[in-house]
């Protein structure tokens, strides 16, 4: 039998959990290896569809299901600086470049498995490294 005290431990920790996972990002995702060497991030389409692409204008839409580049602002909420990236639909995801790894991989010494945060807010992507 669980006393009161484990009851409010249990809860306290699931509603901490819930919060942890549902903190204002739609796309939290660990660096790849690929993502790292390579001139661009690979952005897996199940969460960018149902996370991103409904906060985007429909002509946003539009673009990337023709398979056609989309130019979008990238703000990296840490440092402040934005950079005009492009954005395009491949295969079941979507690709993240123009200068990724020297804007993003080198300039904040991205890792292998750390954790970033991609969010869609005020018609640009929203980009962060967890800490």
């Known amino acids: 039998i669980l006393e009161n005290y484990d ?6 920790s699931y509603q901490n959990n819930s919060k942890s996972q ?17 001139r661009y991030l690979y952005i897996s389409g199940q969460p960018f569809n149902q996370n991103i692409l409904p906060k985007m204008p429909s002509t946003h839409g539009e673009v990337l299901n023709s398979f056609l580049i989309l130019r ?10 934005s950079f005009v990236m ?6 079941h ?6 200068h990724w790894f020297e804007r993003f991989v080198r300039r904040r010494d991205l890792k292998v498995n750390e954790e970033i945060g991609l969010r ?3 018609l640009r992507m929203h980009f962060t490294k967890f800490r």
């Open 120 to 122: 869609w807010r005020d």
């Open 7 to 12: 009851l409010l431990n249990i809860r306290e």
């Open 22 to 38: 549902n903190d204002g990002w739609d796309i939290r995702m660990k660096l790849k290896r690929t993502d790292i060497r390579k």
């Open 93 to 98: 995801g979507y690709i993240l470049s123009d």
């Open 86 to 91: 492009q954005l395009k639909k491949y295969r």
């Open 72 to 81: 979008i602002i990238v703000l990296d909420i840490d440092t402040r600086d």
